[in-house]
């Protein structure tokens, strides 16, 4: 069965400090993706990333980047110089490959970025 | 660009009541899913369409019923509403293909259950 852990249930951080978000995979599938989706306070989910299995290059957006390593099955996500903005609960997910792509879920992090 | 829309946004009801989540998408996606956050469970699979006329359950289907009449419209019904389906409901949808096609999500279902 497929299972993604988010340890960090609450992180706070004061603005432009770089904050990494942990997220922790299983599953048996030899190809499946990742995602990361962000849910700010008005709550609706976001989408931010999404990797496929076979690319373990790390990828850089602007402030984002994501740093996926197959060997520990992790795919973790780096907020560089936070800002307020960036505070929201953040998940990420797994899929199966192909199909109906269904979505398992980590519980999600709540990011507080203070002034 | 209408996108995926869900009605009601908001929704207060009586324990033992039937309550319909309704979710439309305009962009003829093969594939729609309905999935409920909780605290502390992040979002879970209730049940998913592969097109019109199948569905299938998910994680937590107990008490849900959903129907696809239509491509474009996967209603979901609390047959009798309990206390422990107080949540945010969020319907999904998905273009058919082996690519992993970015998954759409509409704005969200806050449904209480008195």
């Known amino acids: 069965a497929q299972k993604v852990t988010q340890a960090q249930t609450e992180i706070s951080v004061v603005e432009k400090e770089d904050v990494t978000l942990d997220c922790v995979y299983e599953?048996?599938?030899?190809?499946?993706?990742l995602f990361w989706y962000k849910q700010p306070p008005s709550g609706e989910l976001v989408f931010l990333i999404r990797?496929?299995?076979?690319?373990?290059q790390n990828e850089i957006s602007g402030r984002y980047s994501w740093n996926f390593q197959k060997s520990t099955s992790s795919f973790n996500f780096t907020i560089t110089a936070s800002q307020v903005v960036d505070s929201a609960v953040y998940f990420c997910a797994l899929s199966e490959a192909s199909g109906a792509q269904k979505l398992v879920f980590g519980q999600g992090t709540r990011l507080t970025i203070n002034p | 660009d209408a996108g995926i829309t869900q009605s009601p946004r908001y929704k207060i009801t009586e324990t033992g009541r039937q309550v319909t989540l309704m979710c439309h998408q305009t962009w003829s996606h093969s594939y729609m899913f309905w999935y409920r956050q909780d605290l502390g469970h992040g979002l879970r699979l209730i049940y998913y369409?592969?097109?019109?006329?199948?569905?299938d359950k998910g994680e937590v289907p107990d008490g849900y019923v959903v129907s696809r009449s239509k491509t474009e419209n996967f209603p979901l019904t609390l047959e009798s509403a309990t206390r422990s389906q107080t949540s945010v409901y969020f319907c999904a949808s998905c273009p058919e293909g082996t690519l992993g096609n970015t998954i759409y999500f509409g704005e969200g279902s806050w449904l209480t259950v008195v």
């Open positions: 990797r496929n299995s076979f690319d373990e």
């Open positions: 599953t048996r599938d030899t190809t499946y993706y």
């Open positions: 369409s592969a097109a019109a006329d199948i569905t």
